[in-house]
C-alpha cells in the first residue's frame, strides 16, 4: 500500500464527493494553490490512486430502476470455466460487479436492471453463454444506502 498523505487524503475525499469541481475550489477547500492541487491530482492519477472521474446516475432516471443480485454456484471448479464465466459477465452492461465469494455461494453478481422482465433477458443470455451449476436471484426493495465513496 502507498502512503497518501493527509492532504492527498483531503484531496481524494473531496474528489469522491465532487469530481468536477473546479481547481481553484478543491485548493480552496484543502489549503493548496490550483497548480498545487493539479500537480497532486495528476500525481495519484498516475499512481493508479484515481482510477477515473465519472458521473454518477439515477438509475430510475435512466430507466434501470431495479437492483438484483445474482447468486451463482459454478458448474465446474476449473480454469476454463472460470474464463468462460468472466468473459460473459464482462460482456453484459447490466452486470455492475461481480464477486468470487467464501461460503456456500461461488459468485454473487449485481446488476443494474429495469423490471424483473429485463432480468429474466439477462438471465436468459448469461445461461446460454455459460453453464451453471445453480442460479438464485434476489430483487432489491428499498436501497438504504448507495455508493462508492471509500472512508478516508
Known amino acids: 500500500m502507498e502512503t497518501?498523505?493527509?492532504?492527498?487524503r483531503r484531496i481524494l475525499a473531496r474528489l469522491q464527493?465532487?469530481?468536477?469541481?473546479?481547481?481553484?475550489?478543491?485548493?480552496r477547500h484543502v489549503g493548496l494553490s490550483r497548480n498545487a492541487v493539479w500537480?497532486?491530482?495528476?500525481?495519484?492519477?498516475?499512481?493508479?490512486?484515481?482510477?477515473a472521474r465519472v458521473a454518477t446516475l439515477d438509475p430510475d432516471a435512466v430507466g434501470l430502476g431495479l437492483m438484483v443480485f445474482i447468486q451463482v454456484r459454478a458448474a465446474h471448479h476449473s480454469a476454463d470455466w472460470l474464463d468462460q464465466f468472466r468473459r460473459a459477465v464482462?460482456?453484459?452492461?447490466?452486470?455492475?460487479g461481480?464477486?468470487?465469494m467464501t461460503g456456500d455461494l461461488?459468485?454473487?453478481?449485481?446488476?443494474?436492471v429495469?423490471?424483473?422482465?429485463?432480468?429474466?433477458?439477462?438471465?436468459?443470455r448469461l445461461i446460454a453463454r455459460v453453464e451453471m451449476g445453480d442460479v438464485a436471484a434476489s430483487?432489491?426493495?428499498?436501497?438504504?444506502?448507495?455508493?462508492?465513496?471509500?472512508?478516508l
Open 4 to 8: 497518501i498523505d493527509p492532504t492527498d
Open 17 to 27: 464527493l465532487r469530481c468536477d469541481e473546479p481547481l481553484e475550489e478543491l485548493g
Open 39 to 51: 500537480r497532486r491530482v495528476k500525481a495519484l492519477e498516475d499512481r493508479g490512486v484515481i482510477r
Open 90 to 96: 464482462r460482456a453484459m452492461p447490466e452486470i455492475l
Open 98 to 100: 461481480v464477486y468470487r
Open 106 to 112: 461461488d459468485y454473487l453478481i449485481r446488476a443494474r
Open 114 to 124: 429495469a423490471d424483473v422482465r429485463d432480468y429474466d433477458a439477462l438471465y436468459q
Open 139 to 151: 430483487f432489491v426493495m428499498e436501497e438504504l444506502k448507495e455508493g462508492q465513496a471509500l472512508p
